[in-house]
């Protein structure tokens, strides 16, 4: 008896052993074919599905931009499925409009199309070419016009922008868009010219013919803040290039 206990005993070890041992390996890439032809089935119905195929369009982002010609340059393609339309080929066609900066597409599921429109920031004018040309925040002209008469007031009321070598790249440039893009709104009504013959020579040409020497893009708050007390007194240029020492002359 003592020997029938024994053998049962370790029957009941074994089977414990047993019981906690991993998966076998072709148990193992059972199941990973199995999720993978889950997941293939799942692309496979996106990809062919008329579910979710392009039902609507949406576009949003747009205020100078007309939205009825980004639905005419997407030509987006109702009926297709989703994950068919090149995202990257509607995006290209509707970044050809002058005054858009940047296009992002994206597939809504089930049946949308969004598109993602982010429009240029008109920042300065400047003569360019013969004309007159809008610039945005990144040193772009993207409009141009024959002469100032021409320009809509919606650009005339932008400062000119006068620096020897206008561009995204040059440095004088970006520095002056800082800065006109950071005035305060009291100053950057006043201020009719923003000149700069280097990135840390910044002058300030305002309405009243008054010239402040402004510097460099930095401290905006303090330097504006220094010229607005500095205007109390009567002068023709106003150095606020270092904002804790104001002078007058």
């Known amino acids: 008896m003592a020997d029938g206990d024994e053998r049962r005993r370790r029957r009941r070890r074994g089977s414990d052993r047993d019981s906690g041992r991993r998966p ?28 979710m195929s392009v039902r609507s369009v949406d576009v949003v982002g747009t205020a100078a931009v007309d939205r009825n010609e980004v639905l005419r340059l997407a030509n987006a393609p109702q009926g297709v499925p989703l994950l068919q339309v090149d995202t990257g080929a509607i995006a290209d066609r509707i970044a050809v409009l002058p005054a858009v900066e940047e296009v992002k597409v994206e597939r809504s599921y089930p049946s949308t199309l969004t598109i993602e429109v982010t429009e240029r920031t008109p920042v300065a004018t400047l003569d360019w070419q013969g004309g007159i040309g809008v610039m ?68 300030l040409i305002m309405a009243s013919k008054r010239r402040v020497i402004w510097g460099d893009a930095e401290r905006t708050d303090d330097k504006a803040e220094a010229l607005q007390s500095a205007l109390k007194v009567n002068g023709d240029t106003y150095n606020v290039s270092s904002p804790e020492f104001p002078a007058v002359s």
């Open 24 to 51: 076998s390996k072709a148990t193992v890439i059972l199941v990973i074919l199995g999720v993978l032809g889950l997941v293939g089935g799942a692309v496979a119905v996106a990809y062919y599905s008329p579910l």
């Open 136 to 203: 945005d925040r990144l040193g772009m002209v993207y409009l141009t016009f024959a002469d100032r008469k021409a320009v809509p007031k919606t650009f005339a009321r932008l400062p000119i922008l006068a620096v020897p070598n206008p561009g995204s790249k040059d440095p004088a440039t970006l520095a002056a868009l800082t800065v006109a893009q950071e005035l305060p709104e009291w100053l950057r009504s006043r201020t009719t010219t923003i000149e700069a013959s280097s990135p840390a020579d910044i002058t």
